[in-house]
């Protein structure tokens, strides 16, 4: 079945041949949306993970202080312990909101960042590789001249 939709000034029906006042001309075709590529990048897994399920645990608590809230205006046996599971829920959910703040700051300790080519430490790090490679060929070669003399023979014999 064809569905008539409003395209430009003609009513066409999807799939079909156009009908209306604009048979001769053609309609633009533009898509629906554009993708637009993302501003932050995708949180890693564990993190996401943990934002997850602390917004599950936090729905499930703000709904039964709701319950227990009015369980409470009607009178109901069931008010008291609704208040002390709610009580309970809330310790829950500052668990779960604080667990999504700790995992992220291990999971970006444990990865780091990404670092520019131009990073200070990064060069830090070069350099003392280099004084370090510096400093071992150096002691290699002394250890090699002290060893018989001259340097230039491989054996005693």
Do not use: H, Y
């Not at 156009?18 to 932050?40: C, D, T």
């Amino acid at each position: 079945m064809l569905r008539d939709v409003r395209c430009g000034g003609c009513l066409r029906g999807i799939g079909g041949p156009r009908v209306g006042r604009n048979e001769g001309m053609s309609v633009e075709q533009q898509p629906l949306w554009v993708e637009e590529p993302a501003v932050r990048p995708r949180l890693p897994d564990p993190v996401r993970i943990a934002a997850v399920r602390a917004v599950i645990i936090v729905a499930a608590t703000l709904i039964q202080a709701m319950v227990a809230f009015l369980c409470a205006l009607a009178g109901s046996w069931l008010a008291f312990p609704m208040v002390l599971s709610s009580i309970g829920s809330t310790v829950l959910a500052t668990w779960g909101v604080l667990d999504v703040w700790v995992t992220r700051q291990v999971w970006n300790q444990r990865n780091g960042v990404v670092s520019m080519p131009s990073s200070t430490a990064r060069k830090l790090r070069k350099e003392r590789r280099r004084a370090r490679r510096a400093a071992r060929t150096a002691e290699r070669a002394a250890r090699i001249r002290s060893a018989d003399g001259s340097g230039q023979r491989l054996s005693r014999a």
